[in-house]
Nanobody
Framework: QVRLEESGGGLVQAGGSLRLSCTPPGRTFSNSAMGWFRQAPGKEREFVARIARSGSITYYRDSVKGRFTISRDNAKNTVYLQMNSLKSEDTAVYYC??????????????????WGQGTQVTVSS
């Protein structure tokens, strides 16, 4: 089973930036759409962003539009989430996920077949 590794989380002040990275060690994910989800304490895991296989189409949850950017470099086998203007409500564990069905705007957890273990993002106000 494909597993993903996230990195780049940490503690940042409100208004700051972080860039998360995700890669499947030893595997390729160029045949998958990729997504980022997050889960805050006591809350359900929620969709953050999605990028098509080619990288040409992206989707975002409304609360992060204009602040977050998802991108991918298939040559480097890495997907990124650039997070700017961070807010305290962005505090969560962020998960990278892969979807072998590369089409459409799929935002539900069950639609993604493989996951990373998550990286903590904490935004202090």
């Amino acid at each position: 089973q494909v597993r993903l590794e996230e990195s780049g989380g940490g503690l940042v002040q409100a208004g700051g930036s972080l860039r998360l990275s995700c890669t499947p060690p030893g595997r390729t994910f160029s045949n998958s759409a990729m997504g980022w989800f997050r889960q805050a304490p006591g809350k359900e895991r929620e969709f953050v962003a999605r990028i098509a296989r080619s990288g040409s189409i992206t989707y975002y949850r409304d609360s992060v539009k204009g602040r977050f950017t998802i991108s991918r470099d298939n040559a480097k086998n890495t997907v990124y989430l650039q997070m700017n203007s961070l807010k305290s409500e962005d505090t969560a564990v962020y998960y990278c996920a892969g979807d072998y069905n590369g089409s459409g705007n799929r935002q539900f957890v069950y639609q993604y077949g493989y996951w990373g273990q998550g990286t903590q993002v904490t935004v202090s106000s």
